[in-house]
């Protein structure tokens, strides 16, 4: 059966490295084989802002509740057409990429706005079994792939261990973990390409060809090995057990 992926891209710029590595993706997926889909956020002039006007079949006169009216619109097949198309491609994927520049420390806002839109109470979370919470690494998205390709303008001392900036996983953990994890999906090892500003030059051209070659195997890497909430190994699925990590705290805490 024939893959599928999805490259999600958001810079505003597209002759920017971001996009170059998209295109390089989609490029590079193809000669595998795979269907892949785009997700321009910036081309698309996608709405980042959730308001009630993502919800225009709620008739309540209630103060705006985000959570009820997007299970509601969710269950109800109401969600506005933009989120449905965006949740039908995540739906269709084996594999998702995002390519984004590292903006304060954070993805840009479209790409935020894209998950707070996309990621429905009842599509991403909010699903249960047996009386467990689907997230953490169960949920509508479980067993697909999420891939990270960041690009950031300071070097990699800025984010190495001892670094002003803090490592990149550190700062990624709360999309890596709390936002593709959390729904399902199997996390692999960000790549992120440092001192990515100024002129094109040979390094770049080089980072460009290193990813192109990653991706011919990354349906065989190993994902990220985040502990998943319902494992046992949490206590009411919110509190690691002490035995469970002895001698660990903080993100290293989450990682078998």
Same mark, same amino acid.
Request: glycine letters at 8%; proline letters at 5%.
């Given at each position: ?5 999805l ?24 000669r ?9 956020l ?42 449905i ?7 269709a ?11 304060? /420390? ?7 706005g894209?998950?707070?839109?996309? /990621?429905?109470y ?22 697909k ?29 709360p ?37 192109s ?12 090995? /985040?502990?998943?909430?319902n ?26």
């Amino acid at each position: 059966m024939t893959k599928s992926a999805l490259v999600v891209s958001a810079h505003p710029e597209p002759t920017s490295l971001t996009q170059t590595l998209a295109k390089t993706s989609v490029e590079a997926l193809t000669r595998m084989g795979l269907q892949v889909q785009t997700s321009d956020l910036y081309q698309m002039d996608w709405k980042a802002v959730v308001d009630a006007t993502d919800f225009p079949q709620d008739d309540s006169q209630a103060p705006l509740a985000i959570i009820a009216a997007s299970g509601k619109a969710y269950h109800s097949n109401t969600l506005t057409e933009d989120v449905i198309q965006e949740q039908q491609k995540l739906l269709a994927a084996d594999l998702v990429i995002f390519h984004f520049p590292l903006w304060w /420390y954070s993805v840009p806002a479209i790409l935020k706005g894209w998950f707070d839109r996309v /990621y429905a109470y009842g599509f991403a979370y909010g699903y249960q079994n047996k009386g467990n919470q689907l997230r953490y690494g169960e949920g509508v998205l479980q067993g697909k792939r999420a891939l990270i390709c960041v690009t950031t303008g300071g070097g990699y001392e800025d984010y190495s261990p001892l670094g002003i900036n803090g490592t990149m996983d550190e700062l990624l953990f709360p999309i890596t973990h709390g936002t593709l994890f959390f729904p399902g999906m199997d996390v692999l090892q960000n790549h992120v390409i440092f001192d990515a500003k100024g002129e094109p030059n040979q390094r770049i051209t080089d980072e460009i060809a290193n990813w192109s070659e990653r991706l011919t195997h990354v349906f065989s890497e190993k994902p990220i090995p /985040y502990r998943k909430q319902n494992s046992g190994d949490y206590i009411n699925g919110q509190v690691l057990k002490a035995e469970v990590a002895m001698g660990k705290s903080g993100i290293a805490a989450h990682i078998a």
